[in-house]
């Protein structure tokens, strides 16, 4: 089955930058959406980004619209996202999924959304100063 792998978190600064890198292998699946989600303690695991390649389209969550970019090389099994502009409330668990059924989700999503699907394993992200 497919498997997804994460890389490029750490520990940066407020206002510093991480670029996250997620590599799919085993059994490659000809999927559309592909996206990146972060769940911090306490909190629900939310979508943040997420690109289609249907349509190349590209969704992000409101808190992170301006700062984060995410891009897919389909040839390479990658997607990745730039984060710049990195905040304290960035601090999380990031995951990247093709959800199941697959499509975008953005927001607070339900335990059923990441129980289906492929998910990688995370990396965490820590901005403190």
């Not at 498997?3 to 000809?30: H, I, K, M, N, Y």
């Amino acid at each position: 089955q497919l498997q997804l792998v994460e890389s490029g978190g750490g520990l940066v600064q407020p206002g510093g930058s991480l670029r996250l890198s997620c590599t799919a292998s085993g059994f490659t699946l000809d999927y559309d959406a592909i996206g990146w989600f972060r769940q911090a303690p306490g909190k629900a695991r939310e979508g943040v980004a997420c690109i289609r390649s249907s349509d190349g389209r590209t969704f992000y969550g409101d808190s992170v619209k301006g700062r984060f970019t995410i891009s897919r090389d389909d040839a390479k099994n990658t997607v990745y996202m730039q984060m710049n502009g990195l905040k304290p409330e960035d601090t999380a668990v990031y995951y990247c999924a093709v959800p199941s059924p697959n499509m975008c989700l953005i927001g607070p999503i339900a335990t059923a959304a990441y129980e289906n699907g492929y998910w990688g394993q995370g990396t965490q992200v820590t901005v403190s100063s």
